[in-house]
């Protein structure tokens, strides 16, 4: 008899979810693929053919597995495939345990380790009607998944929680007992006082500490890109070569050929850091950290913001529901992995890193000056690589992106739910296929945008930037135009004296403040005017130039324009 198997691997949220730094996070994402991909192994192993993903070699594989039985058990299959999965989970364990077990709690270790993967299975027999097959099946996996099993607690009395998410003690040992080895504390990246359970330390230094590159690193690349091959830049970049990689964790070129100008934590570059840096470095080494301040004293201060990038396909259910066979959805699944692909080569190509690429999910961070262009490239991709897939209503899947705009310093996680924010956002548009992105400066409430992406926000940001630079427009403009949109929301005048009388305000305003070098640029700033229809409108002009304002800084810091949509000015008299 034929089947179709579904099997869903977790946890997400502590593989995912829970992360101080950006290697926790990645590497989470990279456990959840690799032990994902051990049971679709399994599954091709035992005679079965995967549908989603198309193969175990896709470049990432999604926690849930789709597949055809055409003989064998299910329940059998189902159970060699949870044996793989804990299998796969215990190699990265015994690898994180030889690493740092001078450090751990041995018996802690030994009661969380068995006690982490989740998985779930669920199988139909088949018929004729692959559709109604696949239905019912994903019923069954949902409801197999909220009959959750629970083994009894473990906990331990005056054992610390983990500090990433506080579900289980600490299996660190208390380095006021018990002395670590030298620069340990460097090696696991602990700061004084954290916690790690065994989840959190096998993404910490499982496979070996390979750095990957932080947030500040990714907040600082416009400024590298505009000091590089600078006379300070190349001395601060000579204190850098000098540093042992205990001190200052050097990157992987080849891995991230993008930060080859300065391929170091950005933490190096923020003075404001520093303290917390010495914090992670023996007392021996924390001269050298004036070298560096030295060294920076010649130079600007880089920007302190990244943008993190969140993107998920629209009407994706709807478009599987309609495919008709597991010969078309594998080829669905095929064109996925396409995508998943192409977007680490474009996050790559933004200066950014990918977080994780699967099925139709993004998550990455980005510099600031590159977060608009590779969101772009991510959406065109997505809906050309899957236009010939259409809904039963005939629509093809799109992508929606959410880009929050964050201070390195925040806490990740809420970096994380800002992108995630932004990204719900961009669903909630109607008819979605849209672009939000969200502002979060360190006081005052975010600033917020969402479009579609047929209405081209990402050009209209990146216009508004260009006209800030070139003071077209004036920096402090937003804040005058806000209370003229309060003013015009009263309805005080019929719709079309209301619309004139707004606009007239507008450009005065802008006439008004306008320093002399921006009025050739008159015409276009017109026509900008002449789109703004009503009060609401009016604002979300103000809310999209407050966020082109940090897009235009940068811009500047990476002494680059933009994408130069302002065409050739024209000498223009005040009006």
């Known amino acids: 008899m034929s089947h179709l198997l579904a099997i869903a691997v977790g946890p997400v949220q502590e593989f995912i979810a829970a992360a101080r730094r ?8 990279y456990l959840l693929s690799e032990i994902s991909r051990a049971v679709a192994k399994s599954v091709e192993a035992d005679g079965g053919k995967l549908i989603f993903p198309a193969s175990s070699a896709a470049e990432n594989v999604a926690n849930v597995i789709l597949a055809e039985l055409p003989t064998g058990d299910p329940k059998e299959v189902a159970a060699k495939a949870k044996q793989a999965a804990q299998k796969r989970w215990l190699e990265f364990v015994d690898d994180a345990w030889h690493q740092a077990k001078s450090v751990i709690r041995e018996e802690i270790w030994n009661d969380q380790k ?6 779930y299975a669920a199988w139909v027999l088949r018929s004729a009607d692959y559709q109604a097959d696949r239905a019912k099946l994903m019923r069954l996996l949902a409801g197999r998944k909220n009959c959750r099993d629970f083994l009894p607690a473990k906990g331990r009395a005056g054992v610390p929680k983990s500090s990433l998410d506080g579900q289980r003690e600490s299996v660190l040992k208390d380095p006021a007992r018990e002395r670590w080895p030298a620069r340990c504390r460097t090696q696991l990246r602990v700061r004084e006082g954290e916690q790690l359970d065994v989840v959190g330390l096998v993404k910490r230094i499982a496979e070996g500490n390979r750095p990957y590159p932080s947030v500040s690193r990714l907040a600082c690349d416009p400024w590298v890109r505009g000091c590089a091959g600078k006379l300070p830049f190349e001395r601060l970049r000579a204190v850098c070569d000098e540093l042992p990689g205990s001190v200052l964790h050097r990157l ?16 190096a570059v923020y003075v404001g850091r520093h303290r917390e840096w010495q914090q992670e470095i023996d007392e021996e080494d924390r001269f050298i950290i004036e070298d560096i301040q030295k060294a920076l004293s010649n ?8 943008a993190v990038l969140v993107a998920d396909g629209d009407s994706m259910g709807a478009t599987i529901s309609a495919l008709v066979s597991p010969e078309a959805h594998r080829a669905f699944s095929a064109a996925l992995d396409g995508f998943a692909n192409a977007a680490r080569q474009i996050i790559q190509d933004h200066h950014g890193v990918l977080v994780y690429a699967g099925g139709d999910d993004v998550l990455a961070f980005l510099p600031v000056d590159k977060c ?3 969101a772009r490239q991510l959406h065109d991709h997505f809906v050309n690589l899957l236009t010939n897939y259409k809904s039963k209503d005939g629509k093809s899947p799109t992508l929606s992106v959410g880009i929050a705009i964050g201070h390195f310093m925040e806490n990740l996680e809420d970096l994380l739910d800002y992108g995630r924010a932004a990204e719900k956002a961009a669903k909630g548009v109607p008819s ?14 975010p600033i917020k945008m969402a479009s579609r992406w047929q209405s081209h926000p990402d050009s209209r940001l990146t216009l508004y930037a260009e006209l800030l630079q070139k003071e077209a427009l ?11 949109a309060e003013l015009y ?12 009388a707004m606009q007239k305000d507008v450009l005065r305003i802008i006439a008004d403040k306008q320093p002399r070098a921006g009025r050739r640029y008159l015409s276009q700033v017109r026509d900008i005017v002449a789109g703004l229809e009503n009060a609401q409108a009016l604002q979300s002009f103000c809310n999209e130039l407050l966020i082109a304002r940090l897009l235009a800084e940068a811009f500047d810091q990476a002494r680059s324009r933009p994408t130069q949509l302002l065409p050739e000015p024209q000498e223009a008299t005040r009006s």
Do not use: C
């Open 22 to 29: 950006t290697r926790d996070l990645w590497f989470g994402s």
């Open 299 to 306: 130079l600007p201060t880089p920007l302190p913001y990244l």
């Open 432 to 445: 979605k296929d849209a672009l939000a992105v969200h502002l979060h400066k360190r006081s005052g409430a």
């Open 114 to 119: 068995d006690d982490v993967i989740e998985f």
């Open 372 to 374: 608009l262009e590779g």
């Open 474 to 484: 004036p920096s402090k403009l937003p804040y005058d135009l806000n209370q003229l």
């Open 489 to 500: 929301e009263a309805p005080r005048w019929a719709e079309d004296v209301r619309r004139m």
């Open 252 to 267: 992987d070129t080849q891995s991230f050929p993008a930060f080859r100008d300065f391929p170091y934590e950005g933490t």
